[in-house]
């Protein structure tokens, strides 16, 4: 690897169902959706639960893609589904 090259990367959580994924700071990097169907959302909130501060409000996602969503976390990372999705949730707990 090139001295001057930039990677990122992060441990990643595969989820199909809303999860908690931290339990303290952290940093998402972005989610992967591998599949996505039946009126499909994702949300991402700053917190231990569904509830507070919103980091990415309600999205549809499309299966196949990259959501890069480098943001920083205070509380935790907890992530809600709806419909079915299978997505990779990259993120760093600090």
């Known amino acids: ?7 990122e990367s992060a441990p990643y959580f ?7 994924i931290a339990s ?3 940093r998402l990097l972005g989610i992967f959706v591998a599949s996505a169907s039946a ?3 994702i949300k991402v909130w700053d917190s231990l639960t569904a509830a507070n501060s919103i ?3 309600t999205f549809t996602p499309v299966a196949g893609t990259f959501y890069p969503i480098p943001g ?4 935790g990372l907890f992530v ?8 990779t ?4 707990r600090e």
């Open 1 to 7: 690897m090139d001295a001057d090259q930039v990677t």
């Open 14 to 20: 595969n989820i199909s169902a809303s999860a908690q």
């Open 24 to 26: 303290k700071p952290g």
């Open 39 to 41: 009126s499909p959302t």
């Open 55 to 57: 980091l990415v409000n």
């Open 72 to 75: 920083r976390f205070g509380t």
């Open 80 to 87: 809600t589904i709806s419909g079915t999705v299978d997505c």
């Open 89 to 92: 949730v990259f993120a760093i």
